[in-house]
């Protein structure tokens, strides 16, 4: 019977076949979410690197050129990781919630 219930996993999602457009929708936000945290990551440490070879540059034009990309991919960093994580909110709250079939235990607070 689990097997049955694996075949069609691909297919739906919480019971509801999915539009194509649905299916656009999910691929635009995971990619903006890997393009976000991955972009944010990357552009901090390449920014990071471009500053320190700014500084240890002999040439005023590359030293110049170093530090304004360098400058310009940290302040990258953190647009890129707040795109990630809105596409991540949004990618999971248009997924159905699921309960946890155990009850919470209410008597862990009182104890004495």
Not at 67 to 93: H, M, N, Q, R, Y
């Amino acid at each position: 019977m689990n097997a049955l219930a694996l075949a069609h996993a691909n297919d739906s999602i919480g019971g509801k076949l999915q539009t194509p457009q649905r299916q656009l929708k999910t691929k635009f936000q995971v990619a903006g979410a890997a393009v976000g945290l991955a972009g944010g990551v990357g552009a901090g440490i390449f920014g990071g690197v471009l500053t320190a070879a700014s500084w240890l540059s002999a040439s005023e034009g590359a030293r110049h050129w170093l530090s304004s990309a360098g400058s310009t991919l940290l302040l990258l960093t953190v647009p890129l990781i707040i795109l990630g994580a809105f596409c991540l909110d949004w990618l999971e709250k248009s997924q159905p919630q699921r309960r946890s079939k155990i009850a919470p235990d209410d008597d862990d607070g009182d104890e004495q």
